[in-house]
């Protein structure tokens, strides 16, 4: 089911196209939430914040796959060679994840604020560095910005998700290392409860929203649920049930789970209003019972990090799948820059709305017209920008990574 690429690394061809589609999940949220902002159409604002904004999951997907895809890996080298080489995959991962980072991060802090007079005021996207905290992003704490000072500046605070993956990377193959590998499940259900406990008790009053969101342990039942169906991939038993899948049973699975999300406005109602605000305050300190929308709020992202991980498994193992994804070629080419898709998709759509300003065009009510051309100038730049990112810049420290990885096979190989 996995092919053994010309590095001797593991490669799920199915996973790239995945990954572009957790992507243009984001993508189309933050283009909604950014694009025509003040249309006042009941319907078009009906249809934008019930069903378009719920792009925001495709993070969770990218949580999903990480957590499953690193815990895979570092599982595979820890059987073939008896331990995991720490200092290597930190090393890998710092070349991978660094170099566009803090690129994007530059560019974020040191150019686009030259323009703090671009857009018209109240605009979604702000380029204010202001109020953000530069440190936090700059120690790949940035999702804690966003807990501390809400969400000032979309445009680089996109990289608050990065920010918790390397914070993933710097303790998980340490608990590998530490954990038998028999008491692993155990350990990464422990820690999905652990999550759900902290989106449940772990904030209160107007931190609430941003701490469920956006805090490193209300992610972890994402990375911990991926990690779980890679220690269950090691189970022939677990791989063959996914292997002879029942057709009904996708199909009803995934038609489940795609109503979940298209619906999960009009299901959960998660949003809190003003009042609601007021009334449960500091619900934890006082004694007051967290009300039904906030168990949904915190239950709920387990639902969605589980329907993900079928998704992942039926598409890399199952060999009664009606489609892989793998087989759209263009999906498979953005899933392996989707790393840049994501980095720049917000400064791309900067560019052009600055551009389009500029040129005398209303872009805080634009009309049909406008939107359109927005939404498809942002999504070619952000390719234009990624595809030059990879081939031109990333590819350089990519190559490092790569011989890393090869020398650790060659030493694996002598020991043995």
């Not at 671009?118 to 204010?128: D, E, R, T, V, Y």
């Not at 956006?214 to 063959?240: M, R």
């Not at 953005?334 to 900067?350: E, Q």
Request: glycine residues 6%; charged residues 15%.
């Amino acid at each position: 089911m996995t092919d053994l690429n010309k590095q001797n690394t593991l490669y799920f061809p199915n996973l790239d196209g995945l990954r572009f589609i957790a992507f243009l999940l984001v993508f189309v949220n933050h283009l909604v939430a950014c694009l025509g902002h003040k249309t006042t159409n009941p319907i078009v604002n009906k249809i934008k914040s019930d069903y378009l904004l719920n792009g925001d999951l495709g993070v969770n997907f990218f949580f999903v796959l990480s957590g499953f895809l690193i815990t895979y890996l570092l599982l595979k080298e820890k059987e073939k060679y008896t331990t995991i080489n720490i200092r290597s995959f930190y090393l890998r991962r710092v070349l991978r994840i660094w170099p566009l980072y803090f690129l994007v991060l530059g560019i974020c802090f040191l150019l686009i604020p030259f323009f703090t007079t671009a857009l018209p005021a109240g605009f979604p996207i702000s380029n204010s560095t202001t109020i953000l905290d530069k440190n936090l992003y700059v120690f790949f704490l940035g999702n804690f910005d966003y807990v501390k000072n809400g969400i000032s500046n979309a445009i680089v605070g996109v990289l608050w998700s990065v920010s918790i993956e390397e914070q993933f990377y710097l303790f998980w193959p340490l608990l590998l290392t530490i954990f038998p590998r028999k008491h692993l499940a155990k350990l990464f259900i422990g820690l999905i409860i652990f999550s759900v406990y902290f989106r449940l008790y772990g904030g209160s009053g107007k931190t609430l929203n941003l701490m469920q969101h956006y805090h490193t342990f209300s992610c972890l039942s994402d990375l911990a649920t991926g990690a779980l169906f890679a220690q269950l991939c090691c189970s022939e038993k677990f791989l063959l049930f996914f292997r002879k899948l029942n057709p009904f049973v996708i199909v009803f699975v995934y038609t489940i789970g795609i109503a979940l999300i298209v619906f999960r406005m009009d299901f959960f109602r998660l949003e809190f209003t003003q009042n609601e605000y007021l009334k449960h305050i500091n619900f934890h300190g006082n004694g007051i019972k967290p009300r039904p929308h906030q168990y949904w709020r915190s239950f709920m992202p387990l639902v969605y990090s589980l329907f993900f991980a079928f998704v992942m498994m039926e598409q890399i193992f199952s060999e009664r799948s009606f489609f892989k994804i793998g087989k759209i070629k263009l999906f498979t080419y953005l899933g392996k820059i989707s790393y840049g898709l994501y980095c720049f998709h917000m400064i791309a759509l900067f560019v052009v709305v600055y551009i389009l300003m500029k040129l005398g065009y209303n872009i805080t009510t634009p009309d049909k017209k406008i939107i359109l051309i927005e939404a498809f100038a942002a999504f070619g730049l952000t390719i234009l920008f990624s595809v030059l990112s990879f081939n031109y810049f990333e590819k350089k420290f990519l190559s490092f990574k790569e011989k890393i990885a090869i020398n650790f096979v060659q030493k694996g190989t002598k020991k043995k």
